[in-house]
T-cell receptor, first 113, second 119 residues
Framework: GAGVSQTPSNKVTEKGKYVELRCDPISGHTALYWYRQSLGQGPEFLIYFQGTGAADDSGLPNDRFFAVRPEGSVSTLKIQRTERGDSAVYLC???????????FGPGTRLTVL | AQKITQTQPGMFVQEKEAVTLDCTYDTSDPSYGLFWYKQPSSGEMIFLIYQGSYDQQNATEGRYSLNFQKARKSANLVISASQLGDSAMYFCAMRELMNYGGSQGNLIFGKGTKLSVKP
């Protein structure tokens, strides 16, 4: 079956611009996670959705970052007033209730010039 | 304090030999899960193996086994009979279960170990 998909695969933007990153989880997976991976580091947690609601948004670095999952499936990570420090690979993962494994998407590489 | 520590930035192993990748963790949660993921140069994160804190036996999945030493808070990954395709970054991760219970909740990752398999 289809895995987790993320679009776009690459996004280049200018400092101060607004960006949206999309994640399409595996069908039937109720849990969805956003992580950010900087060069040479492991992924860092941003936000976790259970269904439509954000169960934990403690990893969002500041109020420029926001994410939604209005119908409990696709999620969008929104970054306002982008800064050069936001440059990273943004990873999305989903998992099924009762199962430990998180399935990751290929990521979106964001570059802020 | 770091919750997941991987002290080996890079490792080399000869093809067909076994290799151990180190991971130590820090948590006060009595219930937690430990994971290993592989990240090839293509960037995708591939799940390898899972160990629950209350599991009595070490987890195994094919050529992968997890050497779980609870008292030492270590969860080393052992790869047997290394193959050229094993060359990748390997990440150890932990999920603390106290907040959510069950199987959900975010992962805390280490910085990774880059494994290179020599022919």
């Amino acid at each position: 079956g289809a895995g987790v998909s993320q679009t776009p695969s690459n996004k280049v933007t200018e400092k101060g611009k607004y960006v949206e990153l999309r994640c399409d989880p595996i069908s039937g997976h109720t849990a969805l996670y956003w992580y950010r991976q900087s060069l040479g580091q492991g992924p860092e947690f941003l936000i976790y959705f259970q269904g439509t609601g954000a169960a934990d948004d403690s990893g969002l670095p500041n109020d420029r970052f926001f994410a939604v999952r209005p119908e409990g499936s696709v999620s969008t990570l929104k970054i306002q007033r982008t800064e050069r420090g936001d440059s990273a690979v943004y990873l999305c993962a989903s998992s099924r209730t009762g199962y430990n494994e998180q399935f990751f998407g290929p990521g979106t590489r964001l570059t802020v010039l | 304090a770091q919750k997941i520590t991987q002290t080996q930035p890079g490792m080399f192993v000869q093809e067909k030999e076994a290799v151990t990748l180190d991971c130590t963790y820090d948590t006060s949660d009595p219930s937690y899960g430990l994971f290993w993921y592989k990240q090839p140069s293509s960037g995708e994160m591939i799940f390898l193996i899972y160990q629950g804190s209350y599991d009595q036996q070490n987890a195994t999945e094919g050529r992968y086994s997890l050497n779980f030493q609870k008292a030492r808070k270590s969860a080393n990954l052992v790869i047997s009979a290394s193959q050229l395709g094993d060359s990748a970054m390997y990440f150890c991760a932990m999920r603390e279960l106290m907040n959510y219970g069950g199987s959900q909740g975010n992962l805390i990752f280490g910085k990774g170990t880059k494994l290179s398999v020599k022919p």
